[in-house]
């Protein structure tokens, strides 16, 4: 991967000096709903949200730091952060000065974390997949700057959706895209070619959509258009007409609906089920240097994972999350999606099912803190299959996975919490991933899921 040029990487969508981006899910909210400034906004302490702190469990000293700053993208993947801060878990396990920090999108976090907190950035924080490989092997850094990154920890699975403007109802376009293709490759031979954007180029809400679109036989590359969009713009863009779609997630399907921009033509817990979505993941040099810090960090990660699980204390956490701080924006926005009810629009039924909705430690699969290595070949191989990496990175997958991958600190921190064996995951794979298409994607043999699919770039 190191001779994949930063270059090659970028020549399918342009990112601004400022990290221009798109709403959610692994996106950025409206300007109108969150503040989103540039550079980062210190998130709250937990007494000024009145959270009750855990009765501290580690001394100061038990760690080589208390102090790292992390960054977050306020939407539903960061909640195990901002929960950890809030909730006072970080302090209960010796981590009394983590900082919370708001970053303006996914540019600024990328370029934050290149220059590290000691520089004014961040040590680490939440991500996008596959970008902290992106980042280690310099392919999307200034310069080409190679700055090792480890993944310690799945933030969440689920709650994001692929929002389409109201212009286009009654066109067939949802889950299965098939009825919708002659529509959509239509717009392209009539010179007003459908137009979908998403947060952040060659990671996962760009994977989403272009799963979504090449399943009904409709080349991403070749029949829409595909889009990096400022969060400023993305409501705006969908009012006016100049953006038909985009990937997002919770809470923004809920205004996005509620407010009559748009519906929602699918769900990704649909388009597959219990999917990984982002994670935690920090400079290699600083969890070297702080071995036990990051444990620690871990530990209370764990445990706001499974406080957020907690259906009884998701109200609170629509709350917490809602604050200036951190969303800026109307708790109930939040509580929709928290409980799995979705209105879908377009004559679309309601979904009320709380197996559609984001998880943090737990789903359908079993755990979902725990950073499967077959979850990181996934996003590789899609990342081989529309030509973001060379052919030969599945040949070096397994050496690439096994340097940035630190499952084995999870398990560390895991068994030092006291989490049952049973949740503790004995495979550092997941096993076969079936989609909604019914492809199947199987660990063992990448290449063979690759030969399967009918559209691709290779």
């Not at 009765?55 to 100061?60: D, G, I, L, N, R």
């Not at 600083?286 to 998701?314: F, G, H, S």
């Not at 052919?391 to 895991?414: P, Q, S, Y």
Request: hydrophobic share 40%; net charge neutral.
């Amino acid at each position: 991967m190191s001779n994949f040029s930063r270059r090659k990487f970028l020549t399918t969508a342009t990112v601004s000096a400022a990290g221009a981006l798109v709403l959610k899910a692994c996106g950025n909210p409206p300007t109108d709903t969150a503040s989103n400034t540039g550079g980062t906004t210190t998130a709250a302490s937990p007494a000024d949200a009145g959270a009750s702190p855990a009765a501290p469990t580690a001394a100061a000293g038990a760690v080589e730091t208390t102090a790292i700053k992390l960054g977050f993208i306020p939407i539903v993947e960061s909640a195990p952060l901002i929960i950890a801060k809030e909730k006072g878990f970080f302090a209960k396990h010796g981590m009394a000065d983590v900082e919370v920090a708001k970053q303006a999108n996914w540019g600024a976090a990328r370029d934050n974390v290149e220059i590290g907190s000691a520089g004014g950035g961040i040590d680490g924080g939440q991500w996008q997949m596959p970008m902290p490989y992106m980042i280690s092997e310099g392919l999307i850094t200034k310069n080409n700057n190679k700055i090792p990154m480890y993944v310690l920890v799945q933030l969440n699975t689920q709650g994001n959706g692929i929002a389409i403007a109201n212009k286009h109802e009654g066109k067939n376009i949802g889950l299965d895209l098939k009825g919708a293709k002659d529509y959509i490759q239509g717009l392209k031979k009539a010179n007003t070619p459908f137009k979908l954007a998403y947060t952040f180029p060659k990671a996962n809400q760009d994977l989403w959509v272009r799963y979504w679109l090449a399943a009904a036989g409709i080349n991403p590359d070749q029949d829409v258009n595909l889009l990096t969009v400022p969060a400023a713009q993305t409501v705006a863009n969908m009012k006016t007409g100049s953006m038909d779609g985009f990937s997002t997630g919770d809470p923004w399907p809920y205004r996005i609906v509620g407010d009559g921009i748009g519906f929602l033509a699918a769900l990704t817990a649909d388009i597959w089920p219990d999917h990984p979505e982002e994670y935690l993941a920090i400079r290699a040099d600083w969890v070297d240097k702080n071995p036990k810090a990051t444990k620690a960090l871990l530990m209370a990660i764990m445990e706001a994972q499974q406080w957020c699980d907690k259906q009884e204390n998701r109200e609170e956490m629509a709350k917490i999350l809602a604050k200036p701080a951190y969303f800026n924006l109307k708790p109930e926005i939040l509580a929709g999606p928290f409980k799995g009810d979705y209105k879908m629009g377009d004559n679309k039924p309601e979904v009320k099912d709380i197996k559609k909705t984001v998880m943090y430690w737990k789903d359908g699969r079993g755990s979902v803190s725990y950073p499967y290595k077959s979850h990181d070949l996934w996003f590789l191989t899609e990342s081989v299959r529309w030509g973001f990496l060379p052919k030969d990175t599945l040949a070096n997958a397994k050496a690439t996975i096994d340097k940035v991958n630190r499952e084995d600190l999870w398990k560390e921190a895991a068994k030092e919490l006291g989490v049952a064996a049973a949740d503790i995951p004995a495979s550092t794979s997941r096993g076969k991933e079936t989609f909604f298409d019914g492809k199947v994607f199987d660990p063992e043999n990448p290449q063979a899921y690759l030969d399967s699919l009918a559209i691709k770039k290779i």
